[in-house]
C-alpha cells in the first residue's frame, strides 16, 4: 500500500482526471446519479433526527444526498482539497446548515453517530491503517448505532490487487467486524458497477455497535 496516503490524494485531487480515480469509466451525470443510488440504499438506516458520518467522503458525491435527509452529516476526508469542494457542492444543494467537514484526525467527538458509511475506503489502505480506521469508527458510533463498509471481493475480475487497492477475503472481512456487538456481511456491487458486471464484486459489512 502506498505509505503516505495524504500526499497521495492530495496529487490526485490536483490532476484533471481526478474523478477517474474515484468511479472511473464514468460522465460528471452518472457520477451524481451513482451518489443518489448508493444514499438510497442508506436511507432505510436513518431518518431527520440521525447524526451520520461519511468516512472517506471525497467531494460528497454521496453525502450531497445524505445530507438532505439526516439531521446532522459530517463528512470526514485526509484530503483538504476534497473537503473544500465537498463545502461548495453541498452548501449550494442543502438549505440548512446540518453539514461539517473535518480531516478523521481532528474529529474525535465519541459516541455521537447513528450511522457511519465508508466506501471505498478501506481498500486503498494498508493493514495498520484499516485497524486505526475501525477503531475510530467504533469511537464514533453511538451504542446502538450502524456502520456499513465496503471491501473489494479477492473473487472480482473488475479490481486488481495493486499497490494502491488490495482485494479482501471473506475472512479477512470477519476481523474487521471483531469490536463490535452484531455484525452481517452481505456479496453485492455499489450502484456503479451493478449493471455492468456479473457476479459480485465486493463484500459490504454491516455492523451494529
Not at 92 to 114: T, W
Amino acid at each position: 500500500m502506498i505509505a503516505n496516503q495524504k500526499a497521495y490524494w492530495k496529487g490526485i485531487a490536483e490532476r484533471p482526471d481526478w474523478k477517474q480515480y474515484i468511479l472511473p469509466r464514468k460522465d460528471d451525470k452518472d457520477f451524481d446519479i451513482e451518489g443518489l443510488l448508493e444514499a438510497h440504499r442508506l436511507y432505510y438506516l436513518f431518518d431527520d433526527q440521525s447524526t451520520v458520518i461519511d468516512y472517506g467522503c471525497g467531494i460528497g458525491r454521496v453525502l450531497q444526498f445524505v445530507a438532505q435527509r439526516a439531521g446532522r452529516t459530517i463528512g470526514l476526508d485526509i484530503t483538504s482539497a476534497f473537503l473544500d469542494r465537498a463545502s461548495k457542492i453541498t452548501s449550494s444543494l442543502v438549505l440548512s446548515d446540518n453539514v461539517e467537514f473535518y480531516s478523521p484526525e481532528e474529529f474525535e467527538e465519541a459516541n455521537v453517530a447513528d450511522l457511519i458509511y465508508c466506501f471505498m475506503v478501506m481498500q486503498h489502505n494498508g493493514e495498520e491503517a484499516r485497524n486505526l480506521i475501525i477503531g475510530h469508527i467504533h469511537r464514533l458510533l453511538n451504542a446502538g448505532g450502524f456502520a456499513v463498509l465496503n471491501f473489494p471481493s479477492i473473487e472480482s475480475d473488475y479490481y486488481v490487487e495493486t499497490e494502491t487497492c488490495h482485494k479482501f477475503t471473506r475472512e479477512e472481512v470477519m476481523t474487521y467486524a471483531l469490536p463490535f456487538r452484531s455484525c452481517r456481511i452481505i456479496k453485492g456491487n455499489l450502484p456503479a458497477y451493478a449493471s455492468e458486471v456479473k457476479g459480485f464484486n465486493e463484500y459490504f459489512l454491516i455492523v451494529v455497535k
